[in-house]
């Protein structure tokens, strides 16, 4: 279990300053009155051992604090709308909570639980008929979480966790009122879905009532001990694996869940057969089977539980079991191959309750060349005979979307070598040749068709929806004009694509409209959200003719005006060698035309095939400005411009493409600047750059191979690539193929090189593969250890994103004091000269 110990922001200060902070409790109450700069002051000169977690400005405070916006989610009759508002916030209390870190997983040992949750903290349902409310009252005493409707709209369930167990409670939709099932504990650790056999009555994973107290081990019992004979077993990094035989023993008691049958009626509960490693469960079929994956033993101490070894099993509410296959454990396995033998087990919807899998043809090696990588698998009822195959595929099977009825399936695959994805209708008894949809680069998003509507089935799985020989696509609607989501209709008898409907149509140009649910099998009436730069998203019922005809269902209101004073656009423009570029431009409140201000630049570098897709526009001019959390967006409530989502492509083949990363990201860098230079908005000698993960990769890199930016602000990232031996991002040779790029591409290495002052802040849970803590830890000592500037926050019990709200408020006001630091207050520069000093390329 993770040891409790007082909360410690470890505050490394840069070397220049002559302090290393030191690691001690904090208090959560802000320093109020006391600004930014003179509270670091003091700390720094004093050497105050203490540091407290720090607020942002007042602006960003507010903002910060402010009411969050609600999701909506809609019943499967289609006749409820569900207005969800969502915590906005964790504590630190709440991250500070005991874990345990086993198999990969961080979950709470007095739940069996995950360790963090989504919590609802307000519901109401909305009746798409009257437009009637009903508030769902949610009693205090636990955390209320994952929102599901039963498959007839009728009824929905809420999950409550408490202290020691997770909940499930039953509302009525008519009414709102909720009620706890007694004496049930869900068991959610590995699966938190459930099987419905009726309208009233499902399968659940519980806690087994007998089950006792996890083992307590007081010493170990030996060494842990780990042996490679002369195989390859070239695993990623990983973190929190089981390491010795004690943890494995923890790891399956709090693993092991019983299967039971619940009456939301009487809430009488009944066990279905013994207690199991259960990881999914999936209705099988329309005669209430289901399909259950179980971890099988030993535990692997290389990889995650869902990479265990498991068998596929095909149950009853009687408790009759088939066991149907297994899957091997996934080690060994070479760089981005997969497993040899059955894998992905997949549970037909149809009444055929036919059993599928997918097999690798290549022995799971993708550098075989065959004609096909993986072929698709079906056992039928009763599970004793033969599996077929059905399907072949060229790539990696990578998706399986039944169709309504389970006799055909989109079937898609993904051709890594070339990022490229293709989707074909299949019919499942293998009567009909596969009908070829889609084919695209991953990249090219004009040309992404968007994901099928699906429809919840009596059994609560959800499939593909077909109606009249048809199906829907809802799209994001990617164009050179911006994102315009859709509603698009293909016919499965031609495959030819007709649109019902298109954001912007109409002459609108000032709103961005996002389908939510098509609600009739003609397309005559469909939800969307619909939203402007001044309007936060609203549910919409659009009918009529063409769906001209607007009906408001939702109000909800601007919880930030004090943002509409943000000007943004969109900027295009081409880097030396005619790659296409852009950037969201940003301008703060109170912004005058002509004022060149201190600019952040927040970006993350993307792989692309082809220049072409590079340059395709990402988002839409219409969208509501609401800044949450850590955004970067933030200081514009300091007077800074931001250059936000600044494209950072990386074209060439992908074997070979990180040869060329360094000379791209500069060539970007360079452009990027040119161009807020160009446009009278930025200050060359006040630019800094930023990024998360493999942006702060990319940013650490920017600021050790040229002298572009005045400073850079990197959270968790990764900057030794010694560390990632097998392979990182879209790298997929291992570090003894390309060793020199792998050297390269490690700012580590280049520590004593990068004099521009570096923010590194990182999450000290971070359980990332690849950006573990001590990726930051390192490449502080070794700049500060070569005379950097350099300043290092460790977060607490934070991990690769940062939840608690003391963490937000403190990252924002290290990134804040950062700039005010390295460039200055977000005020206009009193003297510039455009031309002022060398582009800095290099170094």
């Known amino acids: 279990m993770q040891t409790p110990r007082p909360l410690a922001l470890s505050l490394a200060l840069s070397a220049a300053l002559g302090t290393v902070g030191a690691l001690a409790a904090p208090t959560l109450a802000n320093a109020a009155g006391e600004s930014p700069a003179a509270s670091s002051a003091s700390r720094t000169a004093g050497g105050d051992t203490t540091p407290l977690y720090r607020q942002p400005s007042e602006a960003m405070r507010a903002v910060l604090d402010a009411k969050g916006l609600p999701v909506f989610q809609v019943s499967p009759d289609q006749r409820t709308l569900a207005i969800v508002e969502h915590r906005k916030y964790r504590s630190i209390a709440e991250l500070a909570r005991p874990v345990l870190r086993q198999a990969g997983l961080r979950y709470d040992p007095a739940t069996d639980s995950p360790q963090l949750l989504t919590v609802i903290d307000a519901l109401t349902l909305r009746s798409l008929v009257d437009g009637r409310d009903r508030i769902v009252a949610l009693p205090a005493g636990g955390a ?125 509960l009944r066990t279905v057969g013994e207690p199991g490693l259960f990881s999914h469960i999936e209705a099988l079929g329309t005669g209430g089977h289901w399909l259950s994956m179980r971890l099988a033993q030993p535990f692997s101490y290389q990889v995650g539980w869902d990479d265990f070894a498991s068998v596929a099993e095909v149950r009853d509410a009687a408790g009759k079991v088939i066991p149907v296959g297994q899957v091997k454990l996934r080690e060994g396995v070479p760089v981005e191959g997969v497993i040899t033998g059955p894998r992905r087990f997949f549970a037909s919807p149809g009444a055929d309750a036919a059993v599928y899998w997918v097999e690798a043809l290549d022995g799971g090696d993708n550098r075989n060349q065959v004609p096909h990588r993986d072929r698709l698998m079906r056992l039928d009822a009763p599970y004793t005979g033969a599996a077929r195959e059905v399907a072949r595929v060229a790539q990696r099977l990578s998706r399986l979307d039944f ?43 004009y040309r992404d068709p968007g994901t099928p509507v699906t429809r919840m089935q009596a059994s609560g799985r959800r499939v593909v929806r077909v109606d009249d020989g048809a199906l829907w696509f809802l799209g994001a609607g990617a164009s050179p004009e911006g994102d315009k989501p859709f509603i698009d209709r293909l016919s499965l008898a031609d495959a030819k694509t007709s649109r019902l409907f298109q954001s912007g149509r109409n002459g609108d140009t000032a709103h961005f409209e996002r389908p939510l649910a098509v609600l009739d099998a003609a397309g005559a009436q469909v939800l969307t959200v619909r939203e402007s730069v001044n309007e936060p998203g609203n549910v919409m019922l659009r009918s009529g003719p063409s769906l001209a005809s607007l009906k408001p269902i939702t109000e909800v209101k601007d919880p930030t005006p004090q943002l509409r004073g943000i000007q943004r656009e969109f900027v295009r423009f081409k880097r030396a060698d005619g790659v296409e570029l852009s950037f969201w431009l940003y301008l703060p409140p109170g912004y005058q035309t002509g004022e060149r201000r201190p600019t952040f630049v927040w970006a993350y570098p993307l792989e692309y095939t082809d220049a072409s897709t590079a ?53 970007n860098a360079q452009a990027i600047i040119d161009k807020a230079v160009d446009l009278g908005v930025s200050d060359r000698e006040k630019m800094v750059v930023g990024g998360h993960s493999y942006g ?19 959270r968790s990232g990764a900057y030794n690539r010694s560390l990632t031996p097998f392979g990182f ?76 709200r003391e963490s937000l408020g403190h990252t924002l ?11 200055g207050p977000g005020v206009p520069s009193t003297a510039f000269a455009a031309t002022a000093g060398n582009n800095g390329a290099g170094k």
């Open 813 to 823: 006001w290290e990134m804040s004091d950062w700039m005010k630091r390295q460039v």
């Open 615 to 667: 340059g395709q526009v990402s988002g839409s001019s219409n969208r509501f400005n609401t800044f949450a959390g850590m955004s970067p967006l933030m200081l514009l409530l300091d007077g800074y411009v931001v250059l936000m989502e600044a494209t950072m492509p990386v074209v060439g083949d992908p074997k070979t493409v990180n040869d060329s990363f360094i000379a791209q990201i500069t060539a």
């Open 729 to 804: 991002q879209s790298e997929r040779r291992t570090y003894w193929e390309a060793q020199d790029v792998y050297q390269k591409l490690s700012p580590f290495n280049f520590a004593d090189k990068l004099k521009e002052p570096l923010l590194l802040i990182h999450g000290e849970a971070d359980n990332n593969s690849g950006t573990f803590p001590i990726q930051s830890a390192r490449l502080y000592q070794a700049l500060a250890g070569t005379g950097g500037t350099v300043r290092y926050v460790s977060l607490p019990f934070e991990s690769h994103g940062y939840t608690a």
């Open 403 to 445: 169709l309504e009825g389970g006799r055909q399936a989109l079937v898609s695959d993904f051709d890594l070598s070339k990022m490229r994805t293709a989707t074909d209708l299949v019919t499942l008894d293998g009567s009909a040749p596969a009908q070829r949809l889609i084919e695209r680069s991953v990249r090219d998003r």
């Open 144 to 268: 209320f979480h994952q929102l599901r409707f039963s498959p007839d709209g009728q009824r929905f369930l809420l999950n409550r966790r408490t202290d020691n167990a997770v909940e499930l409670w039953v509302g009525d939709v008519a009414s709102g009122r909720i009620k706890a099932v007694p004496k049930l504990k869900l068991h959610t650790l590995l699966e938190d879905d459930v099987v419905w056999l009726n309208d009233h009555e499902l399968i659940a994973l519980s806690v087994p009532a007998k089950r006792g107290a996890a083992p307590v081990f007081s010493a170990p019992t030996g060494p842990t001990i780990q042996e490679s004979l002369g195989r390859n077993s070239p695993e990623r990094t990983q973190q929190d694996m089981l390491t010795n035989p004690q943890e494995a023993a923890v790891f399956a008691h709090h693993a092991t869940s019983q299967l039971v049958r619940v009456d939301l009626r009487s809430g009488a």
């Open 696 to 714: 702060a990769f990319m940013t650490a890199n920017l600021l050790a191979h040229t002298d572009l930016f005045k400073a850079g602000i990197a």
